[in-house]
């Protein structure tokens, strides 16, 4: 099985811990002059998205963890499962409820998402930074206003409440930052 | 390599200037007080013993044996004192192998020196004075503090160092909340964890700390002074968190130096790494080293407080590149 020794710790490498998939967010290296070397790490558990800390004895290896992040297209749910679609081999893979988080309400057909696997199944997905939703509820539009000033809540077709300038209107599209939640412009089709 | 080619330096140039007028200080501080700068080889015939300090092997000629970069200067400068030089310093590189951190880079600069007749208090005085000239017009600092190991538990975690048992070392760890693997039952390393995760965060800040009077079991080469509870007449410095120097009232009785390499070679051996050499050039040189106090300082440790580095990169000239 292949694994990792403390020397080869940094950001972004993915470990086993306690039986779980994790990734490296911090790697610190403590030694005393005279004495014992300590690792001492921030692991985030890719199947909870808990951080933890631990501290390893320098120069112990820990199992590696085979995880890979593959950039996938959704397709469909099928009422249990989430469906991507590798772009290249077409092989598709369901994603369960756990695995799709919050990120649900940015979820709209033939977006490509990014979906981490573990041994070959997704445990975590995350959208794209930018997604296009079309409004389907909103108060109705102030012509002309187009300060940006204020801002009125609006549902989108995925279910996402995002905060429009006024100006905008029910089925118009608009481009949306996934990282915040904000609005960024409008898009014309 | 990692990432592409880059010729430029790790430190600024303003840094690199620091760094030449730190040196001609330290080169104004001993002059006058008579210790004599000298130079060792870098490349060692034999490599140390410690467990927990691994040495990068080469070689000079195929009809050698094995050569070692100095992990220290420590012993070529003992065998010095043996030959009567006096009190001596020198700013050296030194090469650990595998020490790669925010305060560690495996080749780095260590001012050494040693003071004939001085104890580990005197010297632990004069250590302060040389810091605080270094610093003097970049950090303004508060009085020294000066503790023993035991003291400075008792200040920061209220636990006893020397009476403590490893199962009350390994409950403090647990109610600490630390989650640590792979530790062995060894006393040392237990005490070297709560240091390192519990005391040093929990030092003053721009206060030197000078602890003294180390347990037993970390004497390295420091005499071990008897008393109800024996200490090792060791001490360590300490700024804003950092270890910036060791220093030890000088172990010379050959015998009991033997006897520690042995226990060393040992605890390499349970720990699966390689047999050292043990340095016989040493071990003869040791009856005739004088009564001493010696210490190291690492020198770019020095130089971050005094540009207020978050790690040691910012200051040297160039670094390793990290492997992929």
Redesign the interface.
Known sequence: MASYST??F?SGLKIMMDGDPCSIIEN???????????N?VKIRNLKTGRV?????????SVEAADVVDTEMQYLYNDGEAWYFMHPESFEQLGADEKAMGDNLKWLKEQDMWTVTLWNGVPIATSPPNHVVLTITDTDPGVRGDTSGGGGKPATCDTGAVVRVPLFVDIGEMIKVDTRNGEYVSRVKE | MSGPANYRPSAGLVTLQIRARIRKQIRAFFDPRGVLEVETPVLAQAGVTDPHIDSMKSCWSKHAGDIYLQTSPEYAMKRLLAAGSGSIYQMSKVFRYGERGRHHHPEFTMLEWYRVGFDHHQLMLEVDSLVRKLLLDHLTLNPSCFWTYREVWKQTIDLDPLKSTLAQLQAFVEEQGIDISGLEDDIAGWQQLIMTHCVEPRLPQDTPVFIYDFPACQAALAKIRDEDLPVAERFELYINGMELANGFHELTDADEQRKRFQAELLKRKAMGKPEMPVDEHLLAALPFVPDCAGVALGLDRLIMLVIGAQRIDEVLSFVVDEPR
């Not at chain 1, 933890?52 to 112990?60: N, V, Y």
């Open positions: 020397n080869e940094k610190e290296f403590v030694k005393p002059g005279k004495g014992q070397a300590f001492r933890l800390e631990k501290t390893f004895k320098s120069g112990d």
